[in-house]
């Protein structure tokens, strides 16, 4: 399947950042595809959708995959699996990288496959594992993430270049490259990789996605609580993405002390 979109670099999946407001504003920013995060197909919490959104699934539960894939697969660009998850809830509840199973692997992404003619992806990290889920995704997938960071190393240490690049002779799949991207590596990465995602780099920094596009935009924390303020969004949260839009400020010691401080909105707006 061919994936129809302008920029070969992404939004990487990112539980706690990737709300409405920032996808909005990575995508507007020049992101290709901008995705959820983890999300589970049971959860009491609105979705939002909106631009070409991949959602990302965690769960082993099948039916109810199937029914949400129905309730949202018209709004959605695509579909994501999340068998990467290195939390300490992942081991807890057996899914991530903790989802060991090659058989009980099979039968969730069949159940995706089966339930969209969507592009589907899959997310994974480096494990012994990788390699026997591939080969399973390559009947189902139109496309793989790979972060190669073990789930010991969490998202700290070097990723593993070299085993990522040793996938691409082994299966035919595009692969999606996730891994300390930035505006430095980027042109060498995309000629070992057929597209991209941003994590870290992005947050509190929409802008980022300028580099690998043709736009120029200049968003500040204003235009997200803009939108934060249009979806609704819970204060705690907006009091969050204030923090990480003002990390690498110049001289916002005094600002973000403010911003700390802030009980409610109207405190944080009169801080910024
Ligand atoms: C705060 C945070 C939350 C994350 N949440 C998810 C998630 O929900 N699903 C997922 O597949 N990966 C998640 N990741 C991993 C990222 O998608 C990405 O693979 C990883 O951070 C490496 O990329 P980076 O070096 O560009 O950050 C998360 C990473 C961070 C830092």
């Given at each position: 399947m061919k994936l129809n979109i302008k920029s070969k670099v992404f939004l990487a999946p990112m539980e706690g950042i990737n709300d409405i407001a920032f996808r909005t504003l990575c995508k507007k920013a020049g992101a290709g595809i901008i995705f959820s995060e983890m999300?589970?197909?049971?959860?009491?919490q609105k979705i939002f959708i909106e631009g070409k959104m991949v959602i990302q699934l965690f769960s082993t539960n099948e039916k109810g995959i199937k029914e949400f894939i129905k309730k949202y697969d018209k709004k959605v660009f695509g579909w994501d699996f999340n068998l990467g998850c290195p939390a300490k809830t992942a081991k807890k509840h057996g899914f991530?990288?903790?989802?060991?199973d090659l058989n009980l692997i099979e039968k969730i992404l069949q159940t995706i496959r089966s339930s969209t003619k969507k592009p589907f992806f899959v997310k994974l990290r480096k494990s012994p594992q990788t390699f026997e889920i591939l080969k399973i995704a390559e009947k189902y997938c139109d496309a793989i993430t790979i972060h190669p960071r073990t789930q010991e190393q969490g998202y700290s240490g070097k990723p593993d270049l070299k085993f990522a690049t040793s996938l691409k002779k082994k299966i035919k799949l595009p692969i999606i490259y996730s891994g300390n991207v930035d505006e430095k590596n980027y042109k060498n990465l995309l000629k070992k990789f057929d597209y991209l995602m941003i994590g870290r780099r992005a947050i509190g920094d929409p802008n980022v996605f300028n580099f690998f596009s043709n736009k120029k935009t200049n968003f500040d924390f204003k235009d997200y609580l803009k939108l934060a303020e249009k979806y609704k969004l819970p204060f705690r949260q907006i009091k969050f993405q204030a923090m990480n839009f003002t990390k690498?400020?110049?001289?916002?010691k005094k600002l973000r002390l403010e911003i700390f401080k802030a009980k409610n909105l109207e405190e944080l707006k009169r801080a910024i």
């Open positions: 999300t589970h197909p049971l959860t009491q991530g990288i903790f989802l060991q690498r400020k110049p001289d916002a």
